[in-house]
């Protein structure tokens, strides 16, 4: 596995269990089983019902492009080496929002509500993140 130099997610007792998910290339989110609602970032606390009976449901892995932004040049001196890079905001199927990059793609192909789906990249033995590419049917 070649060095990775970006920066790492930070790992928390409350985020393991979403980076564990990811380990396994599982998208995971968090389920309020009192109200309903989608929750994404992990939560202890449901933020409509203040409800603690939260699941974790697996992610089909697929959406649209909410936002995105592509850096060229003026990156952080940590991802200086990489530029170009995509970052979005894609909003999943399930109904949540999660920020992420988009690759596999030229970039002046992306627009706003462009279908993805979710890869997983293994960047050390302990850390895999998500990634999306576009996809070409939503089938």
Not at 6 to 35: A, M, R
Not at 47 to 62: A, F, I, Q, T, V
Request: charged residues 25%; glycine residues 6%.
């Amino acid at each position: 596995m070649e060095e990775y130099t970006l920066p790492l997610p930070l790992i928390t007792t409350l985020s393991k269990v979403f980076w564990d998910g990811c380990n396994e290339n599982k998208l995971l989110y968090q389920h309020c089983q009192d109200c309903g609602r989608v929750i994404f970032f992990p939560k202890y606390l449901c933020p409509d019902c203040m409800g603690h009976n939260l699941e974790w449901l697996e992610s089909k892995g697929k959406g649209a492009i909410d936002t995105f932004t592509v850096t060229y040049e003026g990156a952080p001196p940590a991802f200086m080496g990489v530029t170009p890079y995509c970052v979005a905001i894609i909003r999943m199927d399930e109904g949540y929002r999660m920020m992420s990059n988009i690759v596999d793609c030229d970039y002046e192909t992306l627009e706003c509500e462009m279908p993805v789906e979710v890869v997983f990249q293994r960047v050390t033995e302990e850390i895999t993140l998500p990634k999306f590419r576009p996809v070409e049917s939503r089938g």
